[in-house]
């Protein structure tokens, strides 16, 4: 077994704290990667905090990591020791059913394995990038351009391509009015790629500070949802809403801002919300959601990001500062990702 340190919640009352713990050895066909840098996520925090259902502990969080190679099994074909790479937040899947055939690992009839909070298909629980390196399946490590910065990087492989996916898959671009409501790690990499690919953008947000950083992203224009004035000027405009919220919002005002046939798509996963049939049937009106993404478009996004010169926005920590980071996470607190720079574990 492969010797491994990180950073663990024990169970969800407590906070993170240094845990040692065990990787399989490098089998075959997969790459080990030492972690140099990862993305702190919203769902980290959701699942070291029992918000979604009852976690795996003791639990090392982390689906943002990019890192160098540093062993390759026998039969890895794609990556060579000290080239740079990624990792996201699935690890395995059946590779066999019709959603894995069709790109879309993420839906694995059989469920994909996911990078942490999760079970391999040997049983043994996985562990995520809060972490000095891990071992992964060769399908699912990413190539990772060096014309970019790492750190910068990393959150693309969790907050990149969950925007990036939606947005393709509905064909968001030139002639479209697309609303990104919540401007933090998912919703600032949604203004990216909504101007990338040509749609008038408008941030949706509750904090009023964010307008102008908001402007610096590429959003044409900003709405501060407490303002009833502001929100009534853009109530039945939008085509697509990109809901990438974390906490309880009201649904119903939301869908109230579509145009006739737009679409709210949820990407952020707060508790159950109610919907009321009338906000849907008015203006026929379409709800659908989307996980993460396949690899074949996590490789495709990360490539058009080395391409157009597009990162994340991001503050570096140090990993003891975890807890005051998740803190300020959720007080909405954070331009717009923190990265923790695995040098400091
Ligand atoms: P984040 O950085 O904390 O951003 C969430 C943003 O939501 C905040 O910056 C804030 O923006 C807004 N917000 C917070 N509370 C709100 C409230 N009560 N009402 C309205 N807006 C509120 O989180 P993140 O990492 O981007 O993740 C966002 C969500 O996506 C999380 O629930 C996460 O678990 C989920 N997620 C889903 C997938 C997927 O595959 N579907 C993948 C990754 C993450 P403003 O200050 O602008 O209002
Ligand atoms: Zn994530």
């Given at each position: 077994m492969i010797q491994s340190k990180g950073y663990a919640a024990q169970n969800a009352e407590t906070d993170l704290a240094p845990w040692n713990f065990e990787h399989r050895e490098v089998g075959p066909h997969d790459v080990q990667l030492e972690i140099l840098y990862c993305g702190v996520c919203h769902s980290d925090l959701h699942q070291i905090k029992n918000d979604w259902f009852p976690g795996i502990f003791p639990m090392v969080p982390g689906h943002e990591i990019?890192?160098?190679?540093i062993k390759v099994g026998d039969h890895v074909k794609n990556f060579k020791v000290n080239e740079l790479a990624g990792v996201g937040c699935m690890v395995d899947s059946c590779q066999v059913c019709?959603?894995?055939k069709a790109d879309l690992e993420q839906y694995c009839l059989e469920g994909s394995t996911q990078t942490y909070n999760g079970k391999g298909r040997d049983g043994v629980p996985t562990y995520g990038g809060y972490a000095n390196t891990i071992v992964v399946r060769e399908e699912f490590v990413l190539h990772i351009s060096e014309k970019l910065?790492?750190?910068?990087?990393?959150?693309?492989l969790c907050a990149g391509i969950t925007t990036y996916s939606p947005l393709r898959h509905w064909k968001v671009g030139k002639g479209h009015k697309l609303a990104v409501l919540g401007l933090g790690g998912l919703g600032h990499m949604a203004v990216k790629f909504?101007?990338?690919?040509?749609?008038?953008?408008?941030?949706?947000?509750?904090?009023?500070?964010?307008?102008?950083?908001?402007k610096a992203l590429g959003a044409h224009h900003f709405v501060v949802t407490s303002d009833a004035e502001q929100v009534k000027a853009v109530t039945g405009t939008f085509d697509f809403i990109l809901d990438t919220v974390s906490a309880d919002h009201d649904m119903n005002m939301y869908?109230?801002?579509l145009r006739t046939n737009g679409t709210h798509i949820v990407v952020g996963v707060p508790a159950p919300y109610p919907i009321h049939p009338f906000s849907l049937i008015g203006g026929r009106k379409s709800l659908a959601g989307s996980g993460i993404g396949g690899i074949k478009e996590t490789q495709e996004m990360l490539d058009f990001c080395a391409e157009n010169n597009i990162v994340s926005d991001i503050e570096l920590i140090d990993i003891k500062d975890i807890t005051a980071s998740y803190q300020r996470m959720v007080k909405g607190d954070v331009r717009?990702?923190?990265?923790?720079?695995m040098k400091t574990l």
């Open positions: 990019v890192g160098k190679v019709e959603n894995c910065s790492l750190a910068a990087t990393a959150p693309l909504g101007v990338a690919f040509g749609a008038e953008v408008t941030v949706l947000s509750t904090s009023p500070n964010k307008e102008a950083a908001a869908l109230s801002l717009y990702r923190f990265v923790i720079d």
